[in-house]
C-alpha cells in the first residue's frame, strides 16, 4: 500500500482509504537539482581537487594505515584510515581529525566488525607511497598532490580512488546568526546565495527542513577496465546501470513511491549501497556504508592508453581501454566504503555477505505460494478463499491479512466484527497446515486508550521533533507517532509484542508483513519523515533515514524467534529495507501495476537484488494496482513461480483475482504452474540453503554463471535459478514466439519438460503457447524433485522425490538435496539436516554425504530417476547399496528424446548407493 493513494485529514481516521484521487506525479519527489548538498557538491568539478596527502603523518599500527590528507584552502585535516580485511577486501574511512562534534557511523549493518590484517609499506618515494596487501598481488598506490589512490592487482589498474579529485567533506557548522548567514567557511570556493540553499534549511513542497549542522561527504571512484556496472537497488530499471547525465543520478533514498515508475533513476522503497563491476577476468564491488539520502552519477567511456607495437618497441600505439566513473555524494556521515576486490562474481558475493551477513534461511512453507490481497474482508472471505483452492485443486500455504484486519488501523489487534474469533480461523488454517501472515506497520494511532500508543509514549520509544515532542504525522489510523527502531530498547519491547500472551488471539502459525516502513508519511514531504526528526542519541532522521525499514524487520524477526523460544525460524517481509536486511527474512518490489511493462521489468529489479545479498525477493503477481487482463495474469504466474518469493496480490477495489476467476482454461495454467513450484521445492530449498552457506544468488543474471560469455551479459530477460534451471519467461503479449539465449560454448541444455537438447552458445527462437513458459536444465547438473504435490508444503513431508539427471557432453552430472524439518533452527544448532551430494561419472550414479555433521534421520524414498542424454538404451541397470547388495532395475529407454528413466526404486534418497548403468 502507498501514502499515494489516499490522505486523510490532520487528527482523523479516513473513512475510506481510497477517497482519495490516485495519485502518481513525480513532482511529488525530489529531483537532483532540488537536493541542496546535491547542487553543492556539483559545484566541484573534475580534476580542480584542493586535497593534499600529508604523506609524513603515515603511520600503520595493528594493521592499519593511518593518515591526514588536508584541504590547501581551509586547511582543515580529515583522517584517511586504510585497512585491509581478510577474504581480499579494502576498506577506506575518511573522518575529521578534529570534529566539533561525532558524526554518523552506520551501526547494526555489519555483523562484526572486520579484523584488519597486515599492510606495510613496500615502496616510498617524494609524493608517493605503495603499500602491498596481505594478498602480494594487490597494492595501493597514494599520490599525495592532488591527493588520489590506485588499488591494483597484478600490477594493473583497477580502482581509482578520488582520482577526478571530487572527494568533498562538509565540515559540522552549526548555522550561523541569521546576519552572518550570506557567507560561510565553506571549503568550496564561495556561491550566490540560490547555490548555498539547502545547507541548514531546505525548502520543498512548501515545507521547510531546518537542518541542525552541514555534514555532507561525496568521493569518486574509477573502474578500470569495465563498461558494465550493476547493482545499488532499488529502481525500476534495467540490471546493468545506465550513464547519468547533468542534474540525473541514481537516488538511493526510502521512498513510497506508489505505482513508481519505470526505467526511471529515482529511489523507491529500499536502498543497497552496493555497486558491482564486471568484465570477462574479473568482478570487483563498491560498498559505500552510508544510510543518509545518497546519489550515485555514472560515467562510462573508453580512455586511451599506450602498448608497444610488436613490430617496433619503440613506437607506441593507442588502444581504448573502457572504464567507469562513479561518483557517491551523501548527505550526512562519513565517508566509509568497502573494496571488494573478487576477482570472481563468486568471490564478491563472498566478501559482502562475510560484511553484512547472509540470507536468512527462510522455513520451508514461505517458498510455497501466497495469496495475499488488500483486503480479504473478514473470517468468512478467509474461509471462502481457502476452501476455493482446495476445491480446484490449487496448492497454496499462506493467506495474507492487510490493514483491515485490525481494529481502527491499530497494530497487534483484531477488528471484531471482521474477525470475531481469529483463534478459531487460525486452527482452521492450521488443520489444513496451512499459515496466516499479518500487516505490522511502524506508525502508532495516536489513542490514549490503545495500550501500544500508552506504553511507547510512556517508555520514550517514539520519534522526536526538534522540539522534544513526540513526532506526530498522519498515516493509516489519522495521527500517528512512529516507533524509533534505532533504540535498542525499543527493538526489544516491540520484540516483545509478539509473545503469544501480548499479541492477544495469535498464535504460532502467524506471520508478519512489515509495510509503509520507509517510513511513510502522509502529507509530508516526499510522503516520508521530515529529516530533522530527532532519533534515539539525538541523531537527525537525516543521518539514518534508510535504516528505518532495517530495525523493524531486525525487531519483528527477533521478536518471531523469541515468541517461540528460540526454537523457530522467522518468516517476516519487508517493503522498506538496506544493506543486511537479507539476515532477516524477504523483500518484494512494492507497489507494481497490473501491466506489461511491470512484469518486464521486475525481473532485471529482481536480478539487481539478488546480487546485491538480497536472494529472498519477488514482485506481486498480477501487479498490484489495476486489472490484469487473463493473459497477462497467466504469464505473471509463470513468472511468478520461477522466483524466489511467490505471492499474488492485489489493491483494494480491484477486481478479485483468485486462481479460479479467470476461466477454468486459465485456471488450469495456473494450477499446472503452481504444482510445478511445489515439485521442484526440494530445488528450491536447497538453493536457499546454499545462499544462506555459501551467498550464492538464488536467482542469477547469466553473467553470474557464465562469467566470461561476453554475449550473456546484456541478458537480462531470461535468468538462471541455481546453476541448474535457466527460465524465459515471456513478457510481452499475444507473442507465439520468444528469443532464447543458450548461454556457454559446449554447454547441453534439456528442455526441463520435453528433454530435447540444444547446444549453446547461441541464439534460438523458441516456440511458446499460453501454457507454459521456457525453462532448461544445464548438462551436467542434477535436479532434485517431488514426484507428488499436496494442498501445501506441510502435506508434502515425506513425499517421494525423483532426480533428473542432464548429462553434460562427457556423460557427467553432479547435483546436491538438502533435507531438514523445515521449520525450526535445529539444522543450526543440533545438526539436524541431511546433505547429500548425487554424481554421475562413467555410468554410475552416486549418492554420497555431502558433509559430516548432519545426522537428520530421513524416511523419504527416492522413486524415479531420469537420466538425460543417454545416447543409446543399456542392457542392464543395477542398485548397489551399502551392504554389497544388488539388485537389478526395470526401465524405459526413449530413443526419440535419450532419456532413461527408472522407475519403482524406493531407495532411500538420503542414503548411500550406487545405480550402475551397463
Not at 55 to 73: A, F, P, S
Request: charged share 25%; aromatic share 12%; net charge negative.
Amino acid at each position: 500500500m502507498s501514502s499515494q493513494e489516499s490522505a486523510a485529514p490532520q487528527g482523523s481516521e479516513p473513512s475510506d482509504p481510497l477517497a482519495g484521487v490516485l495519485i502518481e506525479d513525480k513532482n511529488k519527489f525530489k529531483t537532483c537539482s532540488q537536493i541542496g548538498f546535491y547542487r553543492r557538491q556539483k559545484l566541484f568539478h573534475p580534476d580542480q581537487s584542493l586535497y593534499l596527502a600529508q604523506l609524513d603523518t603515515l603511520k600503520v599500527e595493528n594493521g592499519i594505515v593511518t593518515l591526514n590528507i588536508i584541504h590547501q584552502e581551509t586547511k582543515v585535516p580529515l583522517q584517511l584510515q586504510i585497512i585491509a580485511i581478510e577474504g581480499n577486501i579494502l576498506r577506506l574511512k575518511i573522518n575529521d581529525v578534529f570534529p566539533s562534534k561525532p558524526r554518523f557511523e552506520v551501526p547494526d549493518v555489519l555483523v562484526k566488525e572486520p579484523t584488519a590484517q597486515w599492510l606495510k609499506i613496500s615502496q616510498q618515494e617524494t609524493g608517493s607511497v605503495i603499500l602491498e596487501c596481505p594478498s602480494a598481488s594487490s597494492k595501493v598506490h597514494i599520490t599525495a598532490h592532488p591527493f588520489s589512490m590506485l588499488v591494483t592487482q597484478e600490477d594493473k589498474a583497477l580502482i581509482g580512488v578520488n582520482s577526478q579529485g571530487l572527494l568533498y567533506f562538509d565540515h559540522l557548522l552549526s548555522p550561523p546568526p541569521k546576519s552572518e548567514r550570506r557567507e560561510t567557511a565553506l571549503e568550496v570556493p564561495q556561491p550566490s546565495s540560490e547555490e548555498l540553499f539547502g545547507l541548514w534549511r531546505e525548502e520543498f513542497e512548501n515545507d521547510l527542513d531546518m537542518k541542525l549542522n552541514g555534514g555532507s561527504v561525496g568521493l569518486d571512484f574509477t573502474l578500470h577496465g569495465f563498461e558494465y556496472v550493476c547493482g545499488i537497488p532499488e529502481h525500476a530499471e534495467t540490471h546493468w546501470l545506465k550513464n547519468t547525465g547533468e542534474s540525473d543520478a541514481y537516488r538511493l533514498y526510502n521512498l513510497d513511491v506508489f505505482g513508481y515508475p519505470i526505467f526511471d533513476k529515482m529511489g523507491t522503497y529500499g536502498s543497497v549501497p552496493l555497486l558491482l563491476a564486471h568484465n570477462p577476468i574479473q568482478t570487483c564491488g563498491i560498498f559505500w556504508l552510508n544510510a543518509s539520502d545518497t546519489l550515485v552519477e555514472i560515467k562510462s567511456k573508453a580512455a586511451l592508453q599506450s602498448h608497444l607495437r610488436t613490430t617496433s618497441p619503440d613506437t607506441p600505439k593507442l588502444r581504448a581501454v573502457p572504464k567507469v566513473d562513479v561518483r557517491w555524494m551523501s548527505e550526512s556521515g562519513i565517508v566509509d566504503v568497502f573494496l571488494l576486490l573478487g576477482p570472481a562474481p563468486q568471490d564478491v558475493f563472498k566478501q559482502y555477505v562475510q560484511l553484512t551477513g547472509g540470507q536468512a534461511f527462510p522455513p520451508l512453507f514461505s517458498l510455497g505460494y501466497h495469496q495475499c490481497r488488500w483486503n480479504y474482508e473478514d473470517e468468512a472471505d478467509v474461509d471462502a478463499v481457502d476452501s476455493g483452492f482446495d476445491e480446484h485443486n490449487v496448492p497454496y500455504d499462506v493467506i495474507w491479512l492487510d490493514i483491515e484486519h485490525t481494529d481502527g488501523k491499530r497494530y497487534f489487534t483484531w477488528d471484531k466484527n471482521r474477525f470475531p474469533d481469529p483463534l478459531k480461523m487460525q486452527e482452521k488454517l492450521r488443520e489444513k497446515r496451512r499459515k496466516l501472515v499479518v500487516i505490522s506497520d511502524p506508525h502508532i494511532k495516536v489513542d490514549p486508550g490503545y495500550t501500544l500508543y500508552t506504553e511507547a509514549k510512556e517508555k520514550g520509544y517514539f520519534v522526536k521533533d526538534r522540539d522534544g515532542r513526540d513526532f506526530e504525522g498522519n498515516c493509516w489510523p489519522g495521527v500517528s507517532c512512529y516507533l524509533d527502531f534505532t533504540n535498542p530498547a525499543a527493538r526489544e519491547w516491540y520484540s516483545s509484542q509478539f509473545s503469544l500472551d501480548k499479541y492477544k488471539n495469535s498464535t504460532d502459525i502467524l506471520f508478519v508483513w512489515n509495510d509503509m516502513n520507509e517510513p511513510s508519511v502522509f502529507k509530508s514531504p516526499e510522503g516520508t519523515m521530515p529529516k530533522h526528526a530527532v532519533h534515539h542519541q539525538g541523531w537527525e532522521h537525516k543521518d539514518l533515514h534508510n535504516l528505518y525499514g532495517f530495525y523493524q524487520q531486525m525487531s519483528t524477526s527477533d521478536g518471531l524467534i523469541r515468541r517461540s523460544g528460540g526454537q523457530e525460524r522467522p518468516f517476516v517481509l519487508t517493503r522498506s529495507f538496506f544493506a543486511g536486511s537479507q539476515r532477516y527474512g524477504a523483500v518484494w518490489t512494492g507497489d507494481n501495476k497490473a501491466e506489461w511493462g511491470y512484469l518486464k521489468i521486475s525481473v532485471p529489479m529482481l536480478l539487481t537484488l539478488s546480487v546485491t545479498g538480497i536472494s529472498f525477493c519477488g514482485a506481486d503477481v498480477g501487479g498490484f494496482v489495476g486489472d490484469p487482463d487473463p493473459e497477462l495474469i497467466v504469464r505473471w504466474y509463470q513468472a511468478g513461480s520461477f522466483q524466489p518469493f511467490f505471492r499474488g496480490h492485489a489493491m483494494k477495489d480491484t477486481k478479485r483475482r483468485e486462481p479460479w476467476l479467470f476461466g477454468d482454461d486459465n485456471c488450469n495454467i495456473i494450477r499446472k504452474v503452481i504444482k510445478e513450484r511445489y515439485s521442484l521445492l526440494p530445488y528450491w530449498y536447497l538453493l536457499f540453503y546454499r545462499t544462506h552457506l555459501f551467498a550464492e544468488p538464488v536467482m542469477r543474471p547469466l553473467w553470474v554463471e557464465f562469467p566470461q560469455c561476453a554475449d550473456a551479459f546484456e541478458v537480462e530477460n531470461q535468468y538462471m535459478l541455481g546453476n541448474g534451471l535457466l527460465v524465459a519467461p515471456v513478457l510481452d503479449p499475444g507473442v507465439t514466439s520468444i528469443d532464447v539465449f543458450f548461454p556457454g560454448p559446449g554447454e547441453y541444455w534439456y528442455n526441463f519438460r520435453k528433454y530435447e537438447r540444444v547446444k549453446g552458445s547461441h541464439r534460438q527462437e523458441v516456440d511458446v503457447t499460453l501454457e507454459e513458459i521456457p525453462v532448461y536444465q544445464r548438462g551436467g547438473s542434477i535436479i532434485p524433485l517431488h514426484t507428488v504435490t499436496g494442498k501445501s508444503t506441510g502435506w508434502m513431508a515425506g513425499s517421494p522425490y525423483e532426480l533428473h539427471v542432464a548429462l553434460d557432453r562427457k556423460g557427467s552430472a553432479v547435483g546436491e538435496l538438502y533435507v531438514d524439518d523445515g521449520h525450526s533452527l535445529q539444522y543450526l544448532h543440533q545438526h539436524m539436516f541431511s546433505y547429500r551430494r548425487f554424481t554421475f561419472t562413467k555410468n554410475v550414479l552416486y549418492s554420497r554425504s555431502a558433509d559430516k555433521v548432519g545426522r537428520y534421520p530421513v524416511d523419504s524414498i527416492l522413486e524415479k530417476v531420469h537420466v538425460i542424454g543417454v545416447k543409446r538404451s543399456p542392457t542392464e541397470v543395477t542398485v548397489h547399496n551399502t551392504g554389497g547388495e544388488r539388485k537389478k532395475v526395470n526401465y524405459v529407454y526413449r530413443k526419440e528424446v535419450s532419456v532413461l528413466s527408472l522407475e519403482n526404486l524406493s531407495l532411500g534418497v538420503c542414503a548411500d548407493w550406487e545405480i550402475h548403468i551397463t
